[in-house]
């Protein structure tokens, strides 16, 4: 079984460059729950990803499984947010436009582990 949280991130970085944030730079942080942090800084779509915990532009907290099932389609970001389920802090307009990363398709099929 493949850690979704981690596999997300992974292909993330791989990418490089995402098309759907061309027009958009920033810095994001995830604190997923006992998955520790996430850095993702955002240039014009440019992506880089590390596991700093420095502060960022905009900053999405949840548990894991909350994360994986929105990785994975299950769960809609916004539901989450107005659930109280995920807390977010910062630049909101960032936040809505990194929606776009998900679901992941590729991770979608594996499903969570």
Same mark, same amino acid.
């Given at each position: 079984?493949?850690?979704?949280?981690?596999?997300?991130?992974?292909?993330? #970085?791989?990418?490089?460059?995402? @098309?759907?944030?061309?027009?958009?730079?920033?810095?994001?942080?995830?604190?997923? &729950?006992?998955?520790?942090?996430?850095?993702? !800084?955002? /240039?014009?779509?440019?992506?880089?990803?590390?596991?700093?915990?420095?502060? #960022?532009?905009?900053?999405? #907290?949840c %548990?894991?499984?909350?994360?994986?099932?929105?990785?994975?389609?299950?769960?809609n @970001?916004?539901?989450?947010? +107005?659930? &109280? /389920? +995920? /807390?977010? !802090?910062?630049?909101?307009?960032?936040?809505?436009?990194?929606?776009?990363?998900? @679901?992941?398709? %590729?991770? #979608?099929?594996?499903?969570? &582990?």
């Amino acid at each position: 079984m493949i850690d979704t949280t981690e596999a997300f991130f992974t292909r993330l #970085a791989q990418r490089g460059y995402e @098309p759907l944030l061309h027009n958009v730079s920033g810095t994001i942080r995830w604190d997923i &729950g006992d998955a520790g942090s996430w850095f993702v !800084t955002v /240039k014009n779509g440019s992506l880089t990803v590390s596991r700093e915990t420095a502060g #960022a532009d905009c900053v999405f #907290a949840c %548990s894991r499984e909350d994360f994986d099932r929105m990785v994975v389609g299950k769960q809609n @970001p916004t539901t989450l947010f +107005m659930q &109280g /389920k +995920m /807390k977010i !802090t910062g630049n909101l307009g960032l936040a809505q436009i990194c929606q776009r990363l998900f @679901p992941d398709e %590729s991770l #979608a099929s594996g499903e969570q &582990g």
